[in-house]
């Protein structure tokens, strides 16, 4: 964000000053105060409305940008935030007479009644992970009263993590809930300021995977025709849960904590051929209520890995089980990936070349943007395509078009088929 003081300093009565980075944040000046405000359109009628923060300079343009955070949350999850302002200033029962929760109590009160109920089991282990880790790390931050943490000691949180940033944006991001769901409790004073969202925002960035000890900064990798063609004459090299798991990311598009944790009652023959049907729990969109049951045909490899599987399924009751009889994770096939790469520390340990990727510097995951790219030069329309991925439809288009394109997903998934196994032959 950005704020002139000067510009401030100038504004005559009836003028207002906006902060970059912060759209819908105002100071607006009268005869006698300066104040800060919220202008926002109104979830329930459309129409513009305003709301007051807070009184300049008494509040400094990085507490209104706090406040302005919450509250633009707040409208786009369909609460007017005047209406939110108004129910925060109802008197609240009293803090038990402990005291102020300390740091330790909120976070922990959010990972036992957000994060274990809103979460998948995996995703919500890992968020448990990172912030019991924060709290074992930095005890005297801990123990502090929630209501006296400052900004400087939230700054020193996240500066000390900074070489990780996407684990500290993560973090960040947890702790910021953390805060709004104690301060919409009643749990701290709504007056304690929730410093989280604004810290280093836009600085905390990811450089990218480490190669060879240096960063090789964002990719968006999508292999080149060539080099599927060699990738897919190489899978005999590979263990066979490692060459299904690769097979499926590019015959189904499908994510692949999906891919692997598929069971059989998902599978099924209908009247048009064979189909998986991922549960809308088990997808990336369980927690949007308009999300439905991703619909994936079975064609080609797809179709033969998963009928080979379905006849050997262990005792996990999963297709894809390791030799333990445990579940085959995306971390283990991320691993394995990872373990075949020419940079990897253990191709040195290895014998011999036929344990090297002929094709690198690529994850899992990419293989995904692969055939979503290989769809789109085939000619498939950009709402089949993001079908296919499971994404959501934007919200007006997902409001009134509710087609679900299953014809249109075996169409395209069996013209992306043939063009892998013409480039499997080249």
């Known amino acids: 964000m950005f704020f002139d003081v000067r510009a401030a300093k100038q504004l005559q009565p009836g003028e207002h000053l906006v902060v970059d980075g912060c759209e819908g944040l105002r100071l607006v000046a009268s005869a006698s105060k300066m104040t800060w405000t919220y202008r926002y359109k109104s979830p329930a009628s459309g129409l513009m409305k305003q709301t007051a923060i807070g009184p300049y300079p008494k509040m400094r343009a990085s507490e209104a940008a706090a406040v302005w955070e919450t509250l633009r949350a707040k409208r786009a999850a369909g609460i007017d935030p005047k209406e939110y302002q108004r129910q925060q200033r109802k008197p609240v029962a009293p803090l038990p007479a402990a005291g102020a929760p300390t740091v330790r109590d909120v976070v922990q009160d959010y990972i036992t009644k957000h994060i274990e109920h809103e979460r998948q089991e995996a995703g919500a282990k890992a968020a448990r992970r990172a912030l019991e880790k924060l709290l074992e790390e930095e005890p005297d931050f801990a123990e502090t009263p929630a209501t006296g943490v400052i900004r400087s000691t939230c700054f020193n949180i996240l500066e000390a993590r900074k070489a990780t940033p996407t684990a500290a944006q993560k973090l960040r991001s947890m702790l910021g809930a953390a805060w709004a769901r104690a301060l919409d409790a009643g749990r701290i004073d709504e007056d304690v300021p929730n410093w989280w969202p604004t810290l280093m925002k836009g600085k905390l960035k990811s450089k990218g995977k ?147 990727l002929p094709v690198v510097n690529w994850t899992p995951h990419n293989l995904r943007r692969t055939s979503r790219t290989m769809l789109a030069k085939l000619g498939c329309p950009k709402e089949i395509g993001e079908a296919v991925l499971g994404h959501l439809p934007p919200a007006i288009e997902g409001t009134y078009n509710a087609h679900t394109y299953d014809a249109e997903r075996r169409r395209w998934l069996g013209r992306l088929s043939r063009r892998l196994e013409a480039l499997a032959i080249k």
């Open 210 to 356: 480490i190669v060879g000890g240096e960063h090789q900064g964002q990719q968006r990798r999508v292999l080149r025709d060539d080099e599927i063609g060699v990738l897919l004459n190489w899978l005999p090299n590979m263990h066979e849960l490692g060459r299904d798991t690769l097979q499926l990311y590019l015959w189904t598009c499908a994510r692949g904590a999906e891919i692997l944790a598929m069971r059989p009652a998902q599978i099924t023959e209908e009247k048009d051929g064979w189909w998986w049907t991922v549960p809308k729990e088990a997808t990336k969109n369980a927690r949007f209520e308009e999300a439905v049951d991703l619909r994936v045909p079975l064609i080609g490899r797809a179709l033969k890995i998963v009928q080979r599987r379905l006849a050997a399924v262990g005792k996990s009751g999963l297709l894809f089980e390791d030799a333990r009889g445990e579940q085959y994770t995306q971390h283990d096939f991320s691993t394995y990936i990872y373990g075949l790469q020419p940079y990897s520390a253990k191709v040195a340990r290895r014998e011999g070349s036929g344990l090297v």
